[in-house]
């Protein structure tokens, strides 16, 4: 089998961060409560956060698999699992952001308004997605601990603020969604015939940069604000003052959505091919499969907010303009073409495949995953204890080589 090249190294944003700490999330408390047993995740890595040194997280372990005893997971099996929950835990917390201002029971009525214009059964999918994203990351620390392995802890950095807005909770995060550079690559790398695994470089249709994907408080949009409302048979629908502010918001998470689903897309295929126990594939490959079906929903929402009636809002403070994709007149910007593209796959003179891509690990594995979600200012304000552990945990997945 043919070994893939590891990155030596990774240049991570670190910002520190100087907001007090707050409560763990009651939401994901109550799903872990009665199913895993809390334990100490800086335990299980053997060291503090404070002496996790460079060498210690930049330093591979091989391709070598420690042996596989009845009821136990290998060394390999079990950072796999380790990493895709540690992204669990991260995508529910930003998911619960969301929810709590635009899922179905939101608290939110101008943000959820907002994001109705993408489609009116947006507050239903972001509450499910929120409740795939929990329970993935339950069953992967609950898995873990049957197996007698430590479960993944964030808890300790959940120190980022939240919203101010109406409907948000005034708890510690461990991401942010107040300030967003969203890469939207993947908009044109999926209508393309070309593969980022073939070295193709990509550029998204336009630039999401220093843009809120929720709302900041209730002074910069009122919770009561009236969105206009945008359908097929309101055409030239007029988005101004707070009301534009707000659409260009729930835009822009609309595309984050979308942006942060194709990376699981793209994570779980490396992980499962690197994957011993058949049960450990088959977990990565259910959970993957899901992954999966988010984007597709997600694509296909966002490609309303650059479509008329929404195509053109404005941000007026960060004058982050949506423009209308369809009128450009390229494939690569069509918006209802949200089905993969039959693109180059394992090798040029192969015939062109519809797939997944990018799925080698420099491109879309576990130190390719926490560096994009690192550009994406997801992490913006988190201390650099919380990057070592993701980074180690992160090198230590990419590291596993399958055994047999």
């Known amino acids: 089998m043919k070994e893939e090249t590891l990155p030596s190294e990774v240049a991570f944003q670190t ?95 101008a943000y959820m308004a907002a994001l109705s214009n993408l489609d009116g059964d947006m507050p239903q999918y972001i509450a499910d997605n929120t409740d795939d994203e929990l329970s993935h990351a339950a069953f992967l620390n609950a898995y873990l601990i049957s197996k007698g392995d430590e479960p993944v802890d964030l808890d300790a950095f959940r120190n980022l603020p939240s919203s101010q807005a109406t409907g948000a909770k005034n708890i510690g995060r461990l991401t942010n969604l107040l300030k967003l550079d969203v890469d939207l690559s993947w908009y044109t790398r999926y209508r393309s015939t070309q593969n980022p695994d073939f070295g193709v470089k990509f550029k998204g249709p336009f630039t999401i940069k220093n843009e809120p994907a929720i709302p900041l408080n209730d002074a910069d949009t009122p919770p009561d604000t ?3 409302s945008a359908s097929a048979q309101n055409p030239g629908t007029s988005f101004t003052g707070a009301a534009a502010r707000m659409q260009a918001i729930a835009n822009t998470a609309g595309f984050h959505f979308a942006y942060i689903e194709q ?119 988190q201390s650099p204890a919380f990057f070592s552990i993701v980074k180690q945990l992160a090198v230590e997945a990419d590291s596993v080589r399958r055994g047999f």
């Not at 990376?263 to 126990?277: E, F, H, M, N």
Request: with cysteine; hydrophobic share 40%; net charge negative.
């Open 226 to 228: 009236a969105i206009p």
């Open 263 to 381: 990376g699981g897309s793209s994570l779980y295929p490396i992980l499962a091919l690197k994957a011993t126990d058949e049960e450990v594939l088959r977990i990565l490959l259910s959970i993957g499969g899901v992954e999966i079906d988010h984007f597709g929903l997600w694509h296909d929402k966002a490609g309303n907010a650059v479509n008329q009636p929404l195509a053109g809002v404005v941000d007026p403070e960060t004058k982050l303009t949506f423009p209308d994709l369809n009128a450009v007149g390229s494939e690569l910007d069509q918006t209802n073409l949200i089905l993969p593209e039959p693109c180059s796959f394992i090798s040029k003179s192969l015939p062109p495949c519809s797939v997944i891509r990018p799925t080698l690990t420099q491109n879309g594995g576990a130190v390719a995953t926490i560096k994009s979600f690192t550009d994406d200012l997801l992490f913006l304000g």
């Open 15 to 109: 910002t520190s961060s100087d907001t007090p700490a707050s409560s763990t999330n009651d939401d994901l408390q109550r799903h872990w409560h009665g199913v895993v047993k809390r334990r100490s995740f800086l335990k299980g890595l053997g060291m503090s956060a404070a002496t996790l040194s460079a060498g210690a997280l930049l330093a591979t372990k091989g391709k070598a698999q420690s042996t596989r005893s009845t009821g136990k997971l290998s060394k390999g099996d079990a950072a796999l699992l380790k990493f895709a929950a540690a992204v669990e835990l991260i995508e529910a917390d930003l998911w619960q952001q969301y929810n709590e201002l635009g899922g179905v029971q939101g608290g939110n009525p």
